[in-house]
């Protein structure tokens, strides 16, 4: 059962997804759910396990050894992020039933809950295939269903944020088919270790080059970096409050983590930022993209989709760090991934909280909420200040890194342009909170009640893990540095 | 480029013609049935660049059989199979958004997307 482990992580969600539709009962298919992302969660901590004991693990699926058949490969990185996404979708489906009673018509319940542990199927193969085609698959299974799940929010703009996010994804995916079609057409493998050794002297083809372009466009339209984030801050904001925490914590992550898997496990460092400055691009759209961001977030009046532009500015943090491909910025790129998925999870989990108290998320709603909701507007402080990166929380831990990796590189005034971005996030984490403390409470805030415990526990299992791995580094940081150690061929 | 190489490659011709007349419809739309149309041609040009790929000069179906002589060359069957599943998903996508617009014309009344731009600014 155990040498099973990596294929059950995934066959689990997938399989429950589909047998939930047969359990009419509302309750019922939700506890059915529940159930198997707690296991799912559970089985990615043992996978986790199992590597920390005994190192990387190859499984065969249907023992056809690999790279004729498909091979699933867990090794640090992927089980650092597969433990996260898995967590995080099943401490979100624990927070999930009330802000959904309140948001989607109940009769609709039974088909959320699949397209849920769809979504995470997805995000999850992303991370544990170990063939570049099972890649893309993965990459629509759960781009369909967020796609299916955005378009349930209650706004009529919805379906039409969903659609324009469909559009853009499914070019991006479209392109990722392409670059992968003329990898195969050039090394005859899907497999991603197979293929970097026969890729490994036939750099200079124009076909690799053309490939490399393709999927680094493609993944760029799914990681929302500037300027291919059109698609974000709607598809936040008009999704259903759940959906938006689950796959702002995830969804960019993921793809961040497949671009990393492709740049670094395929192509090598050295194609992509030596001989084709890929680096030099990366390090400019991250930093105009954290700006332009970090700014459009000051002046929205909407919640969400403050935290959405806040969502694309941080994309552009992790992405700094694997621009700098030395060993404190890769790490310190991974551990931002973990890091933003536990602070915008938990961030998006309070506007959830808010939104089912308020009915409402805009800023002039939530004034002198903090009185009435005095736990929600708390764990609004806490998560600012960890997206804002003071120290003792998560947030710190990645910028120091990336602060580190800069200086290392003598990239200076990266360095200061990071500092001063954070100075940003404080304008506009200060300003929610300024409006939620010192403004005359509003009608809706009046009569607001604190938000049910059944969201409250799971919002603050997030907000306070940000000050846990602010403190306690060693499975967060510890294992980002493994993971980009070995991403960097093993020498630091 | 002689003459040759034009019609050697008329296949990946016609892909890149293919690919970019969807790209295209899908930019320069306004119509939101129409971006679903771009974007299936799109996608189906991507599929013939797989199955070109995939084709050997001569090459039959990857099927043993008593007859087949031993210098027999035979067409790679991956590529074709890849794209089977890659049909699928790009069936499922076309569905859903036919099925999002259905709820968008539900909603606005309308599927030209200026017209649903100025319907938002108006609310």
């Known amino acids: ?33 529940l159930a198997v992302c707690w296991a799912t969660f559970g089985m990615s901590i043992l996978l986790l396990d199992q590597v920390l004991e005994s190192g990387p693990i190859s499984y065969e699926l249907g023992s056809w050894p690999a790279p004729y058949g498909i091979e699933y490969v867990v090794d640090y990185f992927s089980a650092f992020v597969m433990l996260f996404v898995s967590g995080i979708g099943a401490v979100v489906l624990t927070y999930a039933p009330q802000s959904l009673n309140d948001e989607i018509n109940p009769s609709k319940h039974y088909m959320v809950y699949p397209m849920y542990l769809l979504c995470m199927t997805g995000l999850l193969g992303i991370c544990i295939t170990g063939d570049l085609f099972n890649v893309f698959v993965f990459l629509e299974i759960s781009s369909l269903s967020s796609y ?49 050794m026969q890729l490994a002297d036939d750099h200079d083809s124009r076909t690799t080059l053309v490939a490399f372009a393709f999927m680094t466009v493609g993944l760029s339209i799914k990681m929302a970096v500037f300027p291919l984030h059109t698609w974000l801050p709607n598809a936040y904001t008009f999704a259903p409050s759940v959906v938006t925490g689950f796959i702002a914590a995830t969804a960019t992550k993921v793809s961040v983590y497949a671009f990393i898997r492709i740049v670094f496990g395929i192509f090598t460092p050295q194609f992509a930022f030596d001989e084709h400055a890929l680096d030099t691009f990366l390090v400019v759209f991250s930093l105009i993209g954290i700006f332009v961001a970090s700014v459009a977030a000051i002046y929205q009046g909407n919640l969400k989709r403050m935290l959405a532009y806040s969502s694309i500015a941080q994309v552009g943090y992790m992405l700094l760090g694997v621009s700098m491909h030395n060993l404190d910025g890769l790490t310190g790129g991974i551990v931002h991934m973990f890091n933003h998925a536990i602070i915008k999870g938990g961030l998006f989990l309070v506007v959830g909280c808010f939104a089912l108290r308020l009915q409402s998320v805009r800023l002039e709603d939530l004034s002198g909420a903090a009185k009435t909701m005095p736990l929600t507007a708390l764990a609004w402080v806490l998560g600012g200040l960890g997206l804002i990166g003071v120290p003792l929380t998560a947030g710190f831990i990645s910028k120091w890194l990336l602060l580190t990796a800069a200086l290392e590189n003598g990239y200076y005034l990266v360095a200061a342009l990071m500092l001063a971005s954070s100075l940003l996030a404080v304008v506009y984490v200060w300003r929610v909170v300024e409006i939620l403390y010192f403004s005359e409470p509003s009608e809706a805030a009046k009569s607001a009640r604190e938000a049910p415990w059944s969201m409250l526990l799971p919002t603050y299992a997030l907000i306070l893990a940000i000050l846990v791995f602010g403190v306690w580094t060693t499975y967060s940081a510890g294992l980002a540095s493994e993971a980009a150690s070995s991403l960097l061929g093993g020498t630091p | 480029m002689d003459i040759d190489m034009v019609l050697g490659l008329y296949n990946y011709w016609i892909v890149i013609v293919l ?102 600014r108006e609310s």
């Open chain 2, 19 to 120: 690919m970019m007349t969807g790209f295209y419809i899908v930019i320069a739309r306004g119509n939101l049935i129409k971006t679903v149309i771009g974007l299936n041609v799109f996608q189906i040009s991507v599929f013939l660049l797989y199955i070109t790929m995939g084709r050997v000069d001569g090459g039959t179906a990857p099927i043993l059989h008593e007859t087949a002589s031993a210098d027999q060359a035979y067409s790679n069957p991956l590529p074709s199979v890849l794209i089977l599943t890659a049909i699928v998903v790009g069936v499922a996508t076309t569905a859903l958004a036919l099925a999002l617009i259905v709820r968008i014309r539900e909603d606005y009344g309308t599927i030209e997307e200026d017209e649903i731009l100025i319907l938002d």
């Open chain 1, 148 to 196: 299916a799940l955005i378009s349930l929010g209650r706004s009529r703009r919805a379906p039409l944020a969903a659609f324009q996010y469909l559009v853009m994804g499914t070019i991006g995916a479209t392109f990722l088919l392409i670059g992968i079609g003329l990898l195969y057409q050039l090394t005859g493998t899907l497999n991603m270790a197979d293929m970097a």
């Open chain 1, 1 to 33: 059962m155990i040498e099973h482990l990596p294929v059950l992580t995934i066959a689990v969600p997938l399989i429950a997804a589909p047998l939930c539709v047969f359990l009419l009962n509302r309750t019922l298919v939700y506890l059915f759910a």
